[in-house]
């Protein structure tokens, strides 16, 4: 059985799934584009495996008569969108998202016509940004790391001095 695991950017909310994951989609409709502050939103969905929260809760709010919209409460993270047919974990909270590529798109309805181009774009790395922006080079990610931890954070969060 296959384990995943995930979390918020601050480390506060994380999860674990157990089982196979094979419904991952990107969703157009713009109550999605909303709820991710994104042209789409990217989800998996979690029916048919154990998903169990191991650390925190998210805090839920109601975007319709049927749908409820998992977040952290700490950092802002979208984590779920949970409908009476199940729940979807938001493809980026997890690890290592890398694992779970879309396998169809919903609500295209709402699809902004230029998301079908940005493979198009250019490209560049984030040390090429160094001259226009040199703070780039000194980043130090406050961010929880893409694993588990025992404990987190280790010290105080940065945004609560």
């Known amino acids: 059985m296959t384990t995943y695991s995930g979390g918020c950017q601050c480390g506060a909310v994380r999860f674990r799934v157990r089982g196979t ?12 584009q909303k709820a991710f502050g994104a042209y789409y939103a990217p989800l998996v969905s979690v029916r048919g495996a154990e998903l169990e929260w191991t650390r925190g809760e ?7 008569n049927y749908v409820e919209r998992g977040f952290c409460g700490d950092c802002g993270t979208p984590l779920t ?3 009476p047919d199940g729940i979807a974990i938001a493809a980026g909270a997890f690890d290592d998202p890398s694992e779970l590529p879309p396998v169809i798109q919903f ?3 709402g699809r902004i016509a230029f998301v079908d181009h940005l493979h198009e774009l250019p490209a560049r790395q984030t040390e090429e940004d160094a001259e226009a922006a040199p703070f780039v080079l000194e980043i130090v990610s406050y961010q929880h790391p893409a694993h588990d931890t025992a404990t987190w954070p280790e010290g105080e969060r940065p945004w609560r001095h």
Do not use: V
């Not at 994951?21 to 999605?32: E, N, P, T, Y």
């Open 21 to 32: 994951l094979k419904d991952s989609s990107i969703c157009h409709c713009r109550m999605c």
């Open 81 to 83: 969108y949970e409908a």
């Open 107 to 109: 609500g295209t309805e």
């Open 58 to 64: 998210h805090k839920k709010f109601r975007s319709s």
